[in-house]
């Protein structure tokens, strides 16, 4: 059985175990999901329960746009021009929080320029802007810190550089 937080539990199997004693489910849950495994009994075995608690992980996404070319894996864009990156939380949690994080690329190491906390729109999305005064190279991405209901998660990093 599945219950979804704040659901109605719903029987999501009934089978027989396999040889070793297991029962494979594939479920999707959309958010925290308490999973309870129900055991009928048999000659040998009395009935029993156990139950589970999954929160489900989001899935987060980084876009970066306004550049005025790409060289390989970089975004470019000129000294002084804002870099838009837009960031979703997948499934939508509106009036949450997504935090952004840029980084640049300092003596072979990364170093944190930026970052700032923006508050969820109903879309699903936020978009903030970042501008550089200084050329380099850059890297940038959104984190989801998580809510009772899930797991949090960050977006892999997209890269860019800030030319004359």
Do not use: C
Not at 15 to 26: I, K
Not at 34 to 63: C, H, L, Y
């Amino acid at each position: 059985y599945a219950t979804p937080y704040g659901g109605t539990r719903t029987l999501l199997a009934e089978e027989a175990v396999d040889a070793s004693g297991d029962l494979s489910v594939t479920v999707k849950p959309k958010k925290r999901t308490t999973f309870t495994a129900e055991w009928a009994g048999d000659d040998t075995n009395e009935p029993s329960s156990m139950s589970q608690v999954v929160r489900v992980r989001v899935i987060t996404a980084t876009k970066i746009s306004g550049n005025y070319a790409v060289s390989g894996k970089y975004k470019l864009f000129h000294l002084g021009r804002a870099v838009k990156q837009t960031g979703t939380v997948v499934p939508n949690h509106a009036r949450s929080y997504l935090q952004f994080v840029a980084q640049r690329r300092v003596s072979g190491g990364w170093r944190t320029t930026a970052t700032g906390r923006f508050r969820i729109r109903s879309n699903g999305s936020v978009s903030a802007y970042f501008t550089s005064g200084q050329r380099g190279t850059y890297r940038s991405r959104n984190v989801f810190a998580g809510d009772a209901d899930h797991l949090g998660d960050a977006s892999p990093w997209r890269y860019f550089k800030v030319t004359s």
